[in-house]
DNA sequence: AACCCGTGGAG
DNA sequence: TCTCCAAGGGT
């Protein structure tokens, strides 16, 4: 493996200023919750989506104690957009239990939190805590089958790859400053060595790296074919009242978008719903409902949403059945807490 | 091990 | 339009 002191002088030069890192050269350790919480939104998420969401999140909750006290409507809408809901969940409860327990300050119990992988707990542990540990993210992984020229594919040369990224830390300079070398590595990998045309004639690691030598950097690593996508359907009934108001619903807690806010519909499944066949699971029977033009498409990671929408404006005073979990809000409060998904499917409607 | 779990941007 | 992918984790 290459000299990790080539690594930190380049990323002395080049690191990119981002919202959860301090100012360069800062002798000061980081917050641990500034740390877990843009570890946690940073889960396949990207630097440019977390920035603005990272500093609005943490404006609102600004530390553990303050997540803690919040309940779950306030932190969903909070996340709403982002996306994997269940890092919201895990966060919150984690936040709780944190709040009496303190924050652990190694890899092992970091790892016992909900929502805090090999990855997460070895990234909080590097950079908050200055542990000798290099986090294994997609970067690192690309970065070191890169150097190392490995021709496995991923996800089984993962138990490889990270061995060889500890490597590093036999070396002084790398245990010097384990966060700033594992934060080196993810600069490393966003800027120069990307997945597509890497610019290898910028790295600081160019002579000590296998695939560039043989010309196989862009190929790697390689990786497994995924699955194509099934197409799941769903029909959703918009309901209005007089004062711009819609009926919502909240999710169970587990599963897809989990927790979070949504327009009452039918299951999702392939075959699409006959509209008389999707009556059947209107939050209020015997209404009549007008079909609106068109279909909200919305892809999951395993399979792609599509989605027709019923209006109808039930008359003032309709009871909502007991025990429904059926609510009226403010149609911009309910855009404004609810998954992506859902607001493609409100903007088929024209009332907003 | 193989699935499940979101979203937005780049090419 | 379509594929790939991003500071992954849980089951």
Same mark, same amino acid.
């Given at each position: /493996?290459?000299?990790?002191?080539?690594?930190?002088?380049?990323?002395?030069?080049?690191?990119?200023?981002?919202?959860?890192?301090?100012?360069?050269?800062?002798?000061?350790?980081?917050?641990?919750?500034?740390?877990?919480?843009?570890?946690?939104?940073?889960?396949?998420?990207?630097?440019?989506?977390?920035?603005?969401?990272?500093?609005?999140?943490?404006?609102?909750?600004?530390?553990?104690?303050?997540?803690?006290?919040?309940?779950?409507?306030?932190?969903?809408?909070?996340?709403?957009?982002?996306?994997?809901?269940?890092?919201?969940?895990?966060?919150?409860?984690?936040?709780?239990?944190?709040?009496?327990?303190?924050?652990?300050?190694?890899?092992?119990?970091?790892?016992?939190?909900?929502?805090?992988?090999?990855?997460?707990?070895?990234?909080?542990?590097?950079?908050?805590?200055?542990?000798?540990?290099?986090?294994?993210?997609?970067?690192?992984?690309?970065?070191?089958?890169?150097?190392?020229?490995?021709?496995?594919?991923?996800?089984?040369?993962?138990?490889?790859?990270?061995?060889?990224?500890?490597?590093?830390?036999?070396?002084?300079?790398?245990?010097?400053?384990?966060?700033?070398?594992?934060?080196?590595?993810?600069?490393?990998?966003?800027?120069?060595?990307?997945?597509?045309?890497?610019?290898?004639?910028?790295?600081?690691?160019?002579?000590?790296?296998?695939?560039?030598?043989?010309?196989?950097?862009?190929?790697?690593?390689?990786?497994?074919?995924?699955?194509?996508?099934?197409?799941?359907?769903?029909?959703?009934?918009?309901?209005?009242?007089?004062?711009?108001?819609?009926?919502?619903?909240?999710?169970?807690?587990?599963?897809?978008?989990?927790?979070?806010?949504?327009?009452?519909?039918?299951?999702?499944?392939?075959?699409?719903?006959?509209?008389?066949?999707?009556?059947?699971?209107?939050?209020?029977?015997?209404?009549?409902?007008?079909?609106?033009?068109?279909?909200?498409?919305?892809?999951?990671?395993?399979?792609?949403?599509?989605?027709?929408?019923?209006?109808?404006?039930?008359?003032?005073?309709?009871?909502?059945?007991?025990?429904?979990?059926?609510?009226? /809000?403010?149609?911009?409060?309910?855009?404004?807490? /609810?998954?992506?998904?859902?607001?493609?499917?409100?903007?088929?409607?024209?009332?907003?």
């Amino acid at each position: /493996m290459p000299d990790a002191g080539l690594l930190l002088a380049w990323y002395d030069r080049h690191r990119r200023s981002l919202p959860w890192r301090g100012p360069p050269g800062a002798n000061r350790r980081p917050d641990p919750y500034r740390v877990w919480l843009s570890e946690v939104m940073l889960q396949q998420t990207t630097v440019a989506t977390v920035g603005p969401r990272y500093s609005r999140f943490l404006a609102r909750f600004p530390d553990v104690a303050a997540l803690a006290a919040a309940d779950w409507p306030a932190v969903a809408e909070e996340w709403a957009g982002l996306g994997y809901y269940a890092r919201a969940r895990n966060l919150h409860a984690g936040a709780r239990s944190l709040a009496a327990q303190g924050f652990p300050d190694d890899v092992a119990g970091l790892r016992a939190i909900p929502g805090i992988g090999a990855y997460t707990a070895a990234a909080i542990a590097a950079i908050a805590f200055d542990a000798p540990v290099v986090p294994l993210d997609g970067n690192v992984e690309r970065v070191v089958a890169r150097l190392a020229r490995v021709e496995a594919p991923l996800p089984a040369a993962r138990k490889a790859l990270d061995a060889l990224a500890q490597g590093f830390m036999v070396q002084p300079a790398a245990r010097a400053r384990p966060g700033d070398f594992a934060q080196a590595l993810f600069d490393l990998g966003a800027t120069l060595c990307t997945p597509r045309n890497p610019a290898c004639t910028l790295c600081p690691w160019l002579g000590g790296c296998a695939a560039q030598a043989a010309g196989v950097q862009a190929a790697l690593p390689r990786k497994a074919p995924k699955p194509q996508r099934p197409i799941r359907h769903g029909t959703h009934f918009l309901l209005t009242d007089g004062a711009g108001r819609l009926l919502v619903r909240r999710r169970p807690e587990t599963g897809l978008l989990g927790g979070m806010l949504e327009i009452p519909g039918t299951p999702w499944r392939a075959e699409p719903w006959p509209a008389a066949e999707a009556l059947s699971h209107a939050p209020l029977p015997g209404l009549p409902f007008q079909a609106l033009e068109g279909e909200a498409r919305h892809g999951f990671t395993h399979f792609e949403l599509r989605l027709q929408l019923l209006l109808a404006a039930p008359a003032e005073g309709d009871a909502l059945p007991a025990g429904s979990g059926l609510a009226w /809000m403010a149609a911009a409060e309910a855009r404004a807490a /609810m998954p992506t998904a859902m607001r493609r499917l409100l903007a088929l409607w024209p009332g907003v």
